[in-house]
């Protein structure tokens, strides 16, 4: 079969991209010595550094999942005014610059603000603490969790949930024994690609919290006190997780397709 | 022949002009002494803002002139002039021995002291003890338990190991031993911060009650700020002796080793350098920028105290000078 001139454009439009998003990575990647890499991850305050990345982000996940399903749930089942609205101020934290975000919470965590006050009362610190760090990977990670979640929701026809509620069971046992199983794996995807952005987040996070330092501070930080060579084996490790988790997305969506 | 003529007479006109535009620049026509180019000055990063006021206003006298700022910090700008020979007519460092360790006598014949600066307690109207706090009792309230307060990370900024001198040299001059441990033992490490200026937020969204900054930092930011005596502020260059005693440990050049850096005035230096490539515009700029009416009083005006009038430390240094700098500075140690 001979192929149409337009199947080159996309073949060659593919590649172009793949060699823009590779090439500097791989560049990056392979700058440190094998020696170096080893140092860096026997270094504890790397590993802690790591760590708390993982684990804030996990617990932004987890926050954007608790709170973000009933949500994502109702913007797919149902219309109602200002759902526009509801949905573009869902997608406000992907548009806004990323120290807009830190200075925006930490405006309000403050003590010049009411909120800032009462949390000041309840001895919540947000400033230079690990809460205020997931308080902002939320801010930037729910966004693609309710996306991921609506768009799962969306996929799933009304019609299974209407047979399920005209049989008798509950709304609530709907959504579990029903809607739930059918969508985990969007739901799934979302999740991890909030950990993603979470884990990437750096220009929020370093003016909440400088100290304790996720990785990509910590990065920041050893650019800035001893330069490249020093910041790159961090680099390296944190990227090399980011990477294993978008192998598993893509992983995740490829048994999706196979199935329908 | 009509048409002959005319077609003379066109290459004529024609001819007239190229010869003028050609003749042009270097003609007469022009004004013969009035400085143009570009002038290029690398100068300290503290220097930024009130450069680029000094710049406008020069420009707007010497329209043919264009001054190009470069900024970094004072060791990486004179290495750009040894190491990497790139073009600068002017120098400023925030700190003037940059110059006299590094360009002098290779790169530059002189070293005129033009500014200070000095360290200080920022605050706001929200600050906690915002009403109680002065120079006396400063180090007391920043004892307080319920006092949040910090300061730039020693490593990277020099303000950090700055503010970090001056509570050591607090604890010599009030005679209080232990007092620098106990400042510190009550700034959680969550308090510091990459850049100084990065606590100025902290502080207006009442994140924080007090930081470390630059005089001139604060004056810019319209803080308000407590001024400490002059004998630990770092700003006056006659207590370097006392200034030397402060010790702070930062990183070196790798995780895990150090170096110490010892206390110094934060006094700056200006120069022009030998191989300036215009140096007629560059002098009629630091003619300019050392009047008492013109680039000092913009210093001051941004909250960078100004020697007035600007300072060589020797005789036979003012002698160096370019005779239109002459009359603008004093001998003075």
Same mark, same amino acid.
């Given at each position: 079969?001979?192929?149409?001139?337009?199947?080159?454009?996309?073949?060659?439009?593919?590649? *172009?991209?793949?060699? !823009?998003?590779?090439?500097?990575?791989?560049?990056?990647?392979?700058?440190?010595?094998?020696?170096?890499?080893?140092?860096?991850?026997?270094?504890?305050?790397? *590993?802690?550094?790591?760590?708390?990345?993982?684990?804030?982000?996990?617990?932004?996940?987890?926050?954007?999942?608790?709170?973000?399903?009933?949500?994502?749930?109702?913007?797919?089942?149902?219309?109602?005014?200002?759902?526009?609205? *509801?949905?573009?101020?869902?997608?406000? %934290?992907?548009?806004?610059?990323?120290?807009?975000?830190?200075?925006?919470?930490?405006?309000?965590?403050?003590?010049?603000?009411?909120?800032?006050?009462?949390?000041?009362?309840?001895?919540?610190?947000?400033?230079?603490?690990?809460?205020?760090?997931?308080?902002?990977?939320?801010?930037?990670?729910?966004?693609?969790?309710?996306?991921?979640?609506?768009?799962? !929701?969306?996929?799933?026809?009304?019609?299974?949930?209407?047979?399920?509620?005209?049989?008798?069971?509950?709304?609530?046992?709907?959504?579990?024994?029903?809607?739930?199983?059918?969508?985990?794996?969007?739901?799934?995807?979302?999740?991890?690609?909030?950990?993603?952005?979470?884990?990437?987040?750096?220009?929020?996070?370093?003016?909440?919290?400088?100290?304790?330092?996720?990785?990509?501070?910590?990065?920041?930080?050893?650019?800035?006190?001893?330069?490249?060579?020093?910041?790159? %084996?961090?680099?390296?490790?944190?990227?090399?997780?980011?990477?294993?988790?978008?192998?598993?997305?893509?992983?995740?969506?490829?048994?999706?397709?196979?199935?329908? | 022949?009509?048409?002959?003529?005319?077609?003379?007479?066109?290459?004529?006109?024609?001819?007239?002009?190229?010869?003028?535009?050609?003749?042009?620049?270097?003609?007469?026509?022009?004004?013969?002494?009035?400085?143009?180019?570009?002038?290029?000055?690398?100068?300290?990063?503290?220097?930024?803002?009130?450069?680029?006021?000094?710049?406008?206003?020069?420009?707007?006298?010497?329209?043919?002139?264009?001054?190009?700022?470069?900024?970094?910090?004072?060791?990486?700008?004179?290495?750009?002039?040894?190491?990497?020979?790139?073009?600068?007519?002017?120098?400023?460092?925030?700190?003037?021995?940059?110059?006299?360790?590094?360009?002098?006598?290779?790169?530059?014949?002189?070293?005129?002291?033009?500014?200070?600066?000095?360290?200080?307690?920022?605050?706001?109207?929200?600050?906690?003890?915002?009403?109680?706090?002065?120079?006396?009792?400063?180090?007391?309230?920043?004892?307080?338990?319920?006092?949040?307060?910090?300061?730039?990370?020693?490593?990277?900024?020099?303000?950090?190991?700055?503010?970090?001198?001056?509570?050591?040299?607090? /604890?010599?001059?009030?005679?209080?031993?232990?007092?620098?441990?106990?400042?510190?033992?009550?700034?959680?490490?969550?308090?510091?911060?990459?850049?100084?200026?990065?606590?100025?937020?902290?502080?207006?969204?009442?994140?924080?009650?007090?930081?470390?900054?630059?005089?001139?930092?604060?004056?810019?930011?319209?803080?308000?700020?407590?001024?400490?005596?002059?004998?630990?502020?770092?700003?006056?260059?006659?207590?370097?002796?006392?200034?030397?005693?402060?010790?702070?440990?930062?990183?070196?050049?790798?995780?895990?080793?150090?170096?110490?850096?010892?206390?110094?005035?934060?006094?700056?230096?200006?120069?022009?350098?030998?191989?300036?490539?215009?140096?007629?515009?560059?002098?009629?700029?630091?003619?300019?920028?050392?009047?008492?009416?013109?680039?000092?009083?913009?210093?001051?005006?941004?909250?960078?105290?100004?020697?007035?009038?600007?300072?060589?430390?020797?005789?036979?240094?003012?002698?160096?000078?370019?005779?239109?700098?002459?009359?603008?500075? /004093?001998?003075?140690?």
């Amino acid at each position: 079969m001979k192929r149409e001139p337009f199947f080159w454009i996309t073949v060659s439009c593919g590649i *172009v991209i793949m060699a !823009f998003i590779l090439l500097p990575l791989i560049q990056m990647m392979s700058a440190p010595s094998a020696g170096m890499l080893k140092e860096t991850i026997q270094d504890k305050d790397v *590993v802690r550094s790591i760590w708390l990345s993982i684990y804030t982000a996990g617990l932004a996940a987890l926050i954007s999942f608790v709170l973000g399903t009933p949500l994502a749930y109702l913007l797919a089942r149902s219309a109602f005014k200002g759902k526009r609205l *509801v949905e573009s101020i869902i997608d406000l %934290p992907i548009a806004i610059p990323h120290p807009v975000v830190g200075i925006a919470i930490l405006s309000v965590a403050g003590k010049n603000h009411w909120i800032g006050q009462i949390l000041s009362e309840l001895g919540i610190r947000i400033m230079g603490s690990v809460t205020g760090i997931v308080t902002v990977l939320t801010f930037v990670g729910i966004p693609f969790y309710l996306n991921a979640a609506k768009a799962g !929701f969306e996929g799933i026809s009304p019609r299974l949930e209407k047979v399920s509620r005209s049989l008798g069971a509950s709304m609530s046992s709907t959504f579990f024994r029903i809607t739930f199983p059918l969508a985990w794996r969007s739901m799934l995807i979302g999740i991890i690609m909030c950990c993603a952005r979470a884990i990437s987040e750096f220009g929020a996070v370093v003016i909440v919290a400088y100290h304790p330092m996720i990785a990509p501070v910590m990065i920041y930080e050893r650019f800035e006190a001893y330069g490249l060579k020093y910041s790159q %084996p961090v680099a390296v490790w944190l990227v090399s997780i980011s990477l294993l988790l978008f192998l598993i997305l893509r992983i995740l969506t490829l048994e999706n397709r196979k199935e329908t | 022949m009509d048409n002959r003529k005319s077609i003379l007479a066109i290459i004529f006109i024609f001819a007239f002009f190229m010869t003028g535009l050609l003749i042009y620049p270097q003609s007469g026509w022009t004004k013969e002494k009035q400085p143009s180019g570009k002038v290029i000055i690398f100068n300290a990063g503290s220097l930024t803002i009130p450069f680029a006021k000094m710049e406008k206003v020069f420009e707007a006298r010497y329209p043919n002139v264009d001054i190009i700022q470069e900024s970094a910090g004072s060791r990486k700008c004179a290495r750009k002039i040894t190491g990497l020979k790139k073009p600068c007519d002017i120098m400023a460092s925030a700190d003037y021995t940059v110059i006299d360790q590094l360009l002098i006598p290779t790169y530059a014949d002189w070293n005129i002291r033009f500014a200070t600066n000095r360290l200080v307690l920022c605050y706001t109207n929200t600050s906690n003890y915002a009403k109680e706090i002065n120079a006396q009792n400063w180090y007391e309230i920043l004892l307080k338990k319920d006092v949040v307060w910090g300061h730039a990370d020693h490593n990277i900024d020099p303000c950090g190991y700055r503010s970090v001198m001056v509570l050591q040299l607090a /604890e010599k001059y009030y005679k209080k031993p232990g007092l620098f441990k106990k400042l510190i033992a009550n700034r959680p490490q969550e308090n510091i911060r990459p850049k100084s200026v990065e606590l100025i937020s902290l502080l207006q969204t009442g994140n924080m009650d007090y930081a470390w900054e630059y005089r001139s930092v604060a004056v810019q930011h319209e803080l308000k700020f407590v001024e400490l005596p002059d004998r630990i502020n770092l700003g006056n260059y006659k207590h370097d002796t006392f200034y030397k005693k402060a010790v702070v440990k930062v990183t070196g050049k790798k995780p895990g080793t150090f170096l110490n850096k010892k206390g110094k005035s934060c006094t700056y230096g200006i120069t022009l350098l030998k191989n300036a490539p215009k140096t007629q515009a560059a002098t009629a700029f630091l003619q300019y920028m050392l009047d008492a009416q013109g680039g000092l009083k913009i210093l001051k005006d941004m909250g960078q105290p100004p020697f007035i009038p600007c300072r060589v430390p020797t005789a036979e240094m003012k002698a160096r000078l370019p005779k239109a700098l002459r009359d603008l500075v /004093e001998v003075r140690e």
